[in-house]
């Protein structure tokens, strides 16, 4: 897939993906569509624009990787995934279905374009951090990515792998906390408060970055410096809502593991395309020339 | 008497061999590597190796990294931690998605000895067996470690979990025996009772089937060394040419080789059987052979059970 660096044309696949996601877990009446929204523009600048990935050679040894810890946010995921062309876009329509390849939570056996199967919290850090390993044993320059919840920082396993990180130097990590603020009973401030959290990232020997987990530029060039800092893994910690872009689900903890409704799905789309300039259907094929 | 030989040391040592030979073996352990033996590897390779700290979880959400790239890391600890403490990172980060890891459990059973009940895993075996996708190997003596690791980096692929003991056991088998993949051996022939043993259990074993001689009782002895897949073409013949089972192993008598050898004979050929192991309790500190006669893991004890069955 040929990558933009266009804000617009970002931004257009976001209101896609977002679409795709709501249409695919309503249909399903499954999933987790409050966190899939919070993650969409990080996992859109990844894809679209930042990552060397192919899904002509999926295998690729040299690619870069992506580590969606908080796995129940697979569908947006999926959606990126089938843009891009590792699978056909119409098998968004039995995410969660039996004989499906798109599972409830990512397997990389299953899903084409999986890098590492998640869903039990707190462990693709971890897997982050192996894959980070091997470039450097192997002295390959691919960069892992990673994404993980705010909530799912309270695993005391993503600290371990923090400090692993940090201590084998790996630079090849690029990190980030979906920093949304809630979790399934509650906020994260009153379930079990993870502030101050760049000052933890910090104390554990990374690099941090803050950032507006929407502004596609700001996550760009956030990125770009990232990339460019060697000797530490580098976390950027990005400020995001819950349910972003229908403005009925926005900081709405309820919406975390509920899906619409038809009436509740068509408000929520035309909300996203009167909100998004171009509006217009795009796909990768567009996205790429 | 025979040379004693502790199934971790040659571990170590054919890990190190196998990491000359394949570029892609990389072992992990969490502070235990003088334990494990997998420090030998770590002097040799000390690219390869990373010790992660005490942080079990953590080291095989990393070695499932490692695996997604090609590797195939060997990640050590105590069985009880490399089991127990880590088991959703083996069962959601490694069995589930079917990488290539290697689990190794030093110190499995009582023959832990000393450090107690908190460090003797004797639910290890139970646990591992449980997962799908998942291999379980458990040597009963040097030259058999030595050869399934040879399996485990030339021809294996998929999750495997090595059950591995800290103190010394006589060495059975020798220098040309060749390790196969989900079939059990027979140490000895008998035509009365069958001992199935495992690990550091069949040596044991062996002994009471000599004593049962004397006694003009024939006892064939079957060393299970894959736990799963268990070798049930084996025991069915087994149940079929002798009057029954008596299973061995330095595990809690529920979930380990008992309770596979159960499972599989009840559905496909019904006999006998008798357990001899952990009667489900935890052990507790002391010598390693103190506490195989207090907890019922000797000669004597399989020679009642055996007798029970005829
Ligand atoms: C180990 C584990 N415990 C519990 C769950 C159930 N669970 C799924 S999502 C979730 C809340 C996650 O909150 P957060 O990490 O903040 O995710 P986000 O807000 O981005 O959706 C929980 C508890 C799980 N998947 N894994
Ligand atoms: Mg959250």
């Known amino acids: 897939m040929m990558k933009t ?3 617009k044309t970002l931004q257009q696949i976001s209101c896609e993906v977002r679409k795709d996601v709501l249409n695919m877990t309503t249909k399903a009446q499954s999933g987790h569509p409050g966190g899939s929204l919070s993650a969409t523009d990080i996992i859109v600048c990844l894809y679209c624009s930042v990552m060397e990935h192919d899904p002509a050679k999926m295998m690729d040894p040299d690619r870069d990787r992506f580590v969606l810890s908080k796995g129940h946010a697979a569908p947006v995921l999926y959606s990126i995934l089938s843009r891009a062309g590792y699978f056909p876009k119409t098998e968004l329509n039995n995410l969660r279905q039996v004989g499906g390849m798109l599972q409830g939570h990512p397997d990389m056996n299953k899903t084409p374009g999986v890098d590492m199967s998640t869903g039990s919290l707190g462990q693709g850090l971890s897997a982050a951090n192996g894959m980070a390993l091997a470039g450097k044993m192997d002295k390959k320059d691919y960069t892992v990515y990673c994404l993980i919840g705010d909530g799912e920082s ?3 396993q993503i600290w371990e792998a923090a400090m692993t990180a940090a201590h084998y130097k790996l630079d090849n990590v690029i990190a980030f906390v979906d920093n949304n603020n809630l979790q399934i009973d509650g906020s994260v401030s009153d379930v079990m408060g993870i502030e101050p959290v760049v000052d933890k990232w ?3 020997g990374w690099h941090t970055f803050e950032v507006d987990a929407h502004n596609h530029s700001e996550i760009l060039s956030t990125i770009t410096q990232a990339k460019a800092i060697k000797g530490k893994p580098k976390m950027i910690i990005a400020r995001s809502t819950k349910g972003k872009g229908v403005s009925f689900m926005e900081n709405v903890c309820g919406f975390h593991g509920k899906t619409l409704d038809d009436a509740q799905l068509r408000d929520a789309v035309s909300e996203l395309e009167t909100n998004n300039s171009l509006g217009a259907e795009i796909n990768a094929e567009e996205v790429s020339q | 008497m025979t040379e ?4 971790r040391k040659a571990y170590g040592e054919a890990l190190a061999r196998l990491g000359k030979e394949n570029q892609n073996v990389v072992a992990l352990d969490a502070d235990l590597a003088c334990s494990t033996k997998s420090i030998q590897f770590g002097k040799e390779f000390p690219e390869r190796f990373i010790n992660i700290g005490i942080s079990e979880q953590d080291m095989m959400g990393t070695a499932a990294g490692l695996a997604t790239c090609g590797k195939i890391p060997f990640a050590s600890t105590f069985a009880v931690f490399s089991t127990a403490r880590a088991l959703d990172q083996v069962r959601n980060s490694i069995c ?3 990488l290539n890891v290697r689990i190794v459990g030093s110190h499995a059973g009582l023959l832990t000895g000393e450090d107690g009940a908190s460090h003797q895993a004797i639910e290890d075996m139970a646990i591992m067996r449980a997962l799908p996708n998942m291999s379980v190997f458990v040597p009963a003596d040097s030259v058999e470690t030595n050869s399934i690791m040879d399996f485990l980096v030339r021809e294996f692929k ?8 800290r103190k010394g056991t006589p060495v059975l088998y020798d220098s040309n025996y060749r390790y196969k993949y989900g079939k059990g051996t027979i140490l000895k022939e008998g035509t009365d ?4 043993a495992c690990g550091s259990m069949v040596h044991i074993a062996l002994q009471a089937a000599e004593t049962l001689q004397k006694e003009n009782i024939s006892a064939r002895v079957v060393n299970i060394s894959t736990l799963k897949p268990l070798d049930t073409d084996l025991l069915v013949r087994c149940a079929n040419e002798t009057k029954g089972i008596v299973t061995v192993e330095d595990h809690n008598i529920i979930g380990g080789l008992a309770g596979a050898v159960a499972e599989s004979l009840s559905e496909l050929r019904p006999t006998k059987i008798k357990r001899v192991g952990v009667m489900d309790t935890y052990g507790e500190s002391g010598k390693p052979n103190e506490l195989y006669q207090k907890y019922g893991l000797t000669a004597e004890k399989i020679i009642s059970k055996a007798k029970e069955l005829l």
């Not at chain 2, 004693?4 to 199934?7: F, G, I, K």
């Not at chain 2, 998929?158 to 003991?165: D, E, I, V």
């Open chain 2, 96 to 98: 589930y998605p079917k």
């Open chain 1, 5 to 7: 660096n266009d804000i």
């Open chain 2, 4 to 7: 004693l030989v502790p199934t």
């Open chain 2, 158 to 165: 998929g999750p495997a979990y090595l059950r591995l003991s």
């Open chain 1, 154 to 156: 309270q695993e005391g």
């Open chain 1, 202 to 204: 910090k104390a554990f």
């Open chain 2, 193 to 196: 009772l069958t001992l199935v």
